[in-house]
């Protein structure tokens, strides 16, 4: 007597088919659970929110002889620091996702007019500076801008009230300084003395930003120039304001002390 002996059947073609076509199904279903919050959708949320924002700042200097914030006071103007405008939907930091542009800081409206207004940036994607001394969400150079944030891009809003996203470009032009002043950004070691100059004979010398009680050697009024030093790490401006018939007027120094 013969036996027939039946092996254990595999899977066909229509199976395998079948099963490959469940799994892409699935995954379509699925994807958009798990994937990564970078969406193109949300993005548009970002614009709108620093649109919101630029146009609130706007109406502040509107109140304000037509002159932007104090850095230092910046975010404080609003009633509630953490509403849902503050939330930039692919940011996980803190709640407020965007930094406010430190050289608009007490600048007049007219000191950033056409073509200034419109590559001088108001707000952008962004991060507070990890200097000591500094503003949270104020931005003093490039490194507080969060240029990878979508996707390779940020958006950012401008003194003139629009909002774009810049991609692939440097962003140095966005902070163009007014004409009516001669701009430096340094970046410096405490206790090292710095040099600054001015061409105006008649020229007032002030530490308008940072601590002033920390810098010592500031130029006496009148004075072309001098040497300062900085005793603690910090942002600081020092500015020298001469006769508004010169021009420039104003001679700025931005200083990173670290």
Not at 1 to 8: D, H, V
Not at 51 to 75: G, K, V
Not at 204 to 210: I, L, Y
């Amino acid at each position: 007597m013969r036996y027939k002996i039946s092996m254990p059947r595999g899977f066909g073609v229509v199976e395998a088919i079948i099963v490959a076509a469940a799994v892409v199904i699935l995954a379509v279903i699925l994807y958009p659970i798990f994937a990564p919050r970078h969406h193109p959708s949300m993005q548009p949320q970002c614009m709108t929110n620093q649109r919101q924002i630029a146009i609130a700042f706007s109406m502040y200097t509107q109140e304000h002889d037509e002159t932007f914030p104090d850095a230092s006071i910046a975010w404080t103007l609003f009633k509630n620091e953490n509403a849902p405008v503050y939330r930039c939907p692919d940011y996980r930091g803190a709640v407020n996702g965007y930094v406010f542009n430190a050289r608009v800081s007490k600048r007049k409206l007219s000191d950033l007019s056409y073509p200034i207004s419109t590559t001088c940036f108001l707000t952008a994607d962004g991060k507070s500076s990890e200097i000591p001394g500094t503003y949270a969400n104020v931005a003093y150079d490039q490194t507080n801008i969060d240029t990878q944030r979508h996707k390779g891009s940020f958006y950012s809003s401008f003194v003139d009230g629009h909002v774009e996203m810049i991609n692939n470009r440097e962003i140095i032009t966005t902070w163009l300084p007014a004409k009516s002043q001669q701009y430096t950004s340094l970046t410096c070691t405490a206790g090292v003395a710095q040099p600054v100059t001015t061409t105006h004979a008649s020229a007032t010398w002030a530490v308008t930003s940072g601590v002033a009680d920390n810098v010592s050697g500031l130029p006496a009024a009148d004075m072309l120039g001098g040497d300062v030093t900085f005793t603690k790490a910090g942002m600081y401006t020092i500015t020298a304001t001469g006769s508004a018939a010169v021009e420039p007027p104003t001679t700025v120094y931005e200083f990173k002390v670290k």
